[in-house]
Every structure is written in C-alpha cells, then in structure tokens.
C-alpha cells in the first residue's frame, strides 16, 4: 500500500537503551540488509589459521554468527577491528519488520555503538525514524495495526497486568475477533448487494435474518467497545482522591497504600495542608493516589487555600474516596463534600475508617441513616447514581484492615463489566472511538431494517459499520493516522 515508497530504503538504528549496558543491539532493516552485513562483519572462524583474507561470508537466516565489526578501507586489507559481536541475520518476511533484517549484538558502549552506526550509514543505510521497524511489520502485512499499537503499550506498561494484556492484543486475539465480526458484516453486505443485483435468482433477504445478524455484531462491538474505558484506566492509570473532613486519616491511608510514610500524620486536624499526588499500583491498575487538605470551617488563610484544591482534587479525579471517621461520625463537613461530588458528578465509594475504635455505630445502614435528613445533598447524593457500591467499606488505615476490600471494589469498578479478559485485551482511545462509529452505524442499519425500508438503502450503513472495523485493524488507513500511531515510538523499535 504505502510500501514502495519507504522499502527501497536500509534503516538502521540503536534499538536498546541508549547508555553504558553489558550488551547493546544495533539493528539493520531494508534491501541492503544483508549487503551491509557482509561489508562490515568477520566471522571469528575467518581468522584461523592466517589473519589474512577477508572471507567471502554468506549470511545463514536466523542464525547466530560470532565474529568481528570491521572498517576495512580496500582489498585484502583485514580494517579496523571496532568491536566483537554476535551476529543474527533474518531472511524477510521470516522477520519483525518482515524484510531482510540484521541484528548486532555489540558490547554496550556507545562510543561502540555509534562507530557501529557510523559504519552502516557510510555504506548506504540512513538512520530509522521513531517506530519504523514496526512500521514496516505493520505496511508488510506481518502484523496489524491493534498489533502495532500493542507493541507500544508493552514498552509502556507500568504493571504486570498491563504488559500481560498489551501481549494478548500483541497475540493478534482482539484483531481476531474484529475481523470475525466485520467478516460477519461482510457476508451481510454481499448478500444484500446480491440480491439488490440479480433479484430474480438471488431474491431479498429475509428480514429476520438480517436483523439477526446485526443484533449479534452490535452485541459483539459493544463488549470491545465496554472494553475502551478500562484500557483507558490500565493505559494510563486513574486519578484516585481522598477526601475527608480533618483526623479522618487520609493521610494514613495514602501511607498505607504506598507502604511507606509519604504524608505526615498526626492526631492535629488540619494536618495536610496541600493535596499529594503519588504513583501506586492497585491490584494491577496503575493509580494517582491524591491525598487532601480536611475539609472544615476554618479562618486560616492557608488551609482555605488546601480546602479549595481539595475540591479541585474531587473535581479532576476519575473515582473519590469519601473518608468518613467512624468516631466523629457526619456532620456539615460530610455535607460540604456531599455537595461537592455532586456539582461535579463524581463516582465515589464510602470508606468508613478507624473501626478498630470502638465508637459511633456506622454500620452497613450508615448512609440511609445520614442520608435520611431531609433536602441535603447528602440526600441528593444518596439519591443520585454517582455512588459505586451501596455499602460502605470498612476499614482502618492505621492497623491496614479492609485494604485489600478496598482495592478489589477500585479494580471492580475500574474494569466494570468489561471483559477485558476474555477478550484478549482493550481498544485504545482511536480503536474505540472507530468501534463506537460501527456500532452507530449498525443502528441505523437495524432501525431502517425495523421501519421496513428496502434493503438497498441498508448498504450505506453496513459500509461504514466495515470501513471503521478497517481502520481498527489498519486495513484500510490514512497515511495520516499511521503517522500519529508510530509517532509514539521510540526510534530503533
Ligand atoms: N485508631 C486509628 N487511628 C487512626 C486510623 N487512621 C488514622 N488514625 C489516626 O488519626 C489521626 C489523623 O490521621 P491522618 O492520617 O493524619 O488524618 P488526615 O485525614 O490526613 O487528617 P488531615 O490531614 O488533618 O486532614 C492520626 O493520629 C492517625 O494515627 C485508624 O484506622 N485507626
Ligand atoms: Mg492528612
């Protein structure tokens, strides 16, 4: 498609980590792969018996070769020894980048490295913009463009769980079940185009049956696209606030979380003063944990101040932990939070903390018992669907009870209802937009089925149901969106 283009050209490039290393690896892609190779490898098995001739070496695909990097200026002349390497040369399209390709092995020193890539380049390769090794898997067929995308998201990954799904993806199984639906569609289509082409013999199909089939690729895309809020969370991690009135223990909860004393804690309310952000990964989802200033009544500048950025915390964060102290129970500091959550339509989940204190009863009726006090937002909030689970979670920050409850109801709501799993992992942010515009599509398409119009205005719908499924997997793509997909690489992948 896009190939002819940029294939004629040799890439090369660095592809580990730039820096001292015990090994590094130099990597050649391109027609001139292998030429480039020959130029510039001795195998060590040329140096015996007399180190004299330069020998006529011919590159074994997918085999590891142990020998020499050399300058060699002309003729017979043995060159310049740069460095000793193990090299593997991969016969196209048996290889990443599905061309000929070339991987060297070298000591990680990029005084090494560089004369490596000095040499290549020298002889014709130029130097591999970011991601343009697994461009050219992706523009050669090896691999598809979820694959691709994959790829990107496993460099990335901060938790196990996220490089275990991007490897799923990688496996090819989320392209796998697109291209089953849009095949499905396919079928659809031509049979629909049959019958509006060859009336006689083919005839209209039945209705039934059509509706069928959409009603089962809408299900199908629906569960992919369920799947795009929680890649969204296991991509890039979700910003979790705490939020409480002062002495509740946030702090001592961020602490707890993060397995080690981050925030200071004391039995002063007012404590925290500015709200603090930490990293932390909770059953495999990577989490902004964000800490609070109390929330109180209170004529000092400086907590009004922390106070305000509180309510900025409860506003940017994707989920809010609603601290309540299970020995001060809930008053106009609950209230004021209540009313918080609700002008920013925040979800939340309801932690009752210190219940190894024995103190005001909030048991498992809490929040109907605090809800139930007339026009206040606490009622409205109860009221209101923002609430994550009815129950609230009990636990103490300080002795690490029910933590582990916590973290299962952030994960549960996190991957809510999505088979993230099962279905070998999750569109990103481009592949669910395109799987909400074939779901879209397919409404339309079932709503004129519905209203009884001729089957050949059903064609359009069905079009553009597959032309997006195509831009999921890449099969049909802007040079465009290519570009902004590999953008995001680094260079030598
Ligand atoms: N018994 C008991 N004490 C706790 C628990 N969690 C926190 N505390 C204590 O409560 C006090 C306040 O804890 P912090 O974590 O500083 O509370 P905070 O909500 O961050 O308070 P501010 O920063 O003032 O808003 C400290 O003395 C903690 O040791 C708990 O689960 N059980
Ligand atoms: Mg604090």
């Known amino acids: 498609m896009f190939a002819s283009s940029i294939n004629d050209e040799t890439i090369t ?34 140096l015996a018996p007399d180190l004299n001739l330069p020998p006529d070496w011919q590159p074994k695909s997918h085999t590891a070769t142990i020998g020499f ?9 043995l060159g310049r020894f740069i460095d000793e390497v193990v090299l593997i040369p991969y016969q196209g399209p048996n290889s990443y980048t599905g061309e000929d390709m070339v991987e060297i092995n070298c000591h990680g020193s990029p005084i090494v490295t560089r004369e490596i890539l000095t040499l290549a380049l020298s002889l ?23 694959q691709a995308e994959a790829v990107l998201d496993l ?35 031509t049979r629909i185009v049959a019958g509006i082409d060859f009336p006689e013999e083919v005839g209209d199909l039945d209705t039934n049956d059509i509706e069928a089939i959409t009603q089962d690729c809408r299900g199908r895309l629906a569960q992919l696209a369920k799947t795009a809020r929680s890649g969204r969370y296991l991509r890039e991690g979700l910003k979790l606030a705490i939020v409480g009135r002062p002495n509740a223990g946030k702090s001592s909860l961020l602490n707890r979380m993060l397995n080690f004393e981050r925030a200071i804690v004391t039995d002063i309310p007012g404590t925290t003063r500015d709200s603090i952000e930490e990293p932390v990964d909770v059953n495999g989802i990577p989490v902004i944990l964000i800490d609070t200033a109390g929330v109180r009544a209170t004529e000092d500048a400086v907590e009004m101040i922390g106070i305000e950025r509180t309510s900025k915390a409860i506003e940017e964060a994707d989920l809010v932990v609603f601290m309540v102290d299970r020995v001060q129970g809930v008053g106009d500091e609950e209230e004021f939070i209540a009313a918080r959550l609700l002008q920013f339509e925040r979800p939340y989940l309801v932690v009752v ?10 048991g498992e009726n809490f929040t109907e018992l605090w809800a139930g006090s007339g026009d206040t937002a606490a009622q409205r909030l109860h009221d209101s669907s923002q609430a994550v689970q009815a129950v609230p979670i009990n636990i103490s920050a300080r002795y690490g009870d029910g933590i582990d409850n916590l973290k299962a109801a952030i994960e549960e709501w996190a991957l809510a209802g999505s088979a993230v799993q099962e279905l070998g992992g999750s569109l990103n942010q481009r592949q669910g937009q395109l799987c909400l515009k074939a779901l879209e599509s397919l409404a339309f398409l079932q709503e004129a089925v519905q209203s009884g119009m001729p089957h050949d205005c059903l ?35």
């Open 124 to 146: 014709g390769a130029r130097l591999a913009s970011a991601g343009e090794f697994t461009k050219r898997g992706f523009l050669s067929g090896r691999i598809d463009l979820t």
């Open 155 to 189: 460099i990335h990954s901060k938790t196990e769980r996220q490089s275990g799904l991007a490897l799923s993806v990688l496996k090819g199984q989320l392209g796998e079940e697109i291209k089953a639906v849009r095949s499905k569609l396919m079928e659809l289509l």
């Open 13 to 46: 490039a660095l592809s580990t980590a730039p820096g001292v290393g015990a090994i590094a690896i130099v990597r050649l892609s391109g027609p001139q792969a292998f030429a480039i190779a020959q130029k510039i490898f001795l195998p060590r098995t040329a």
């Open 69 to 77: 990097i050399v300058q060699r200026p002309s003729g017979n002349d």
């Open 353 to 362: 903390n210190k219940v190894d204190l024995q103190a005001q009863n909030l």
């Open 459 to 493: 064609g359009t719908d069905l079009r553009q149901a597959v032309d997006a499924l195509d831009e999921i997997s890449g099969v049909a793509v802007t040079e465009e969106v290519i570009t902004e997909v590999f953008a995001n690489f680094c260079i030598g992948k």
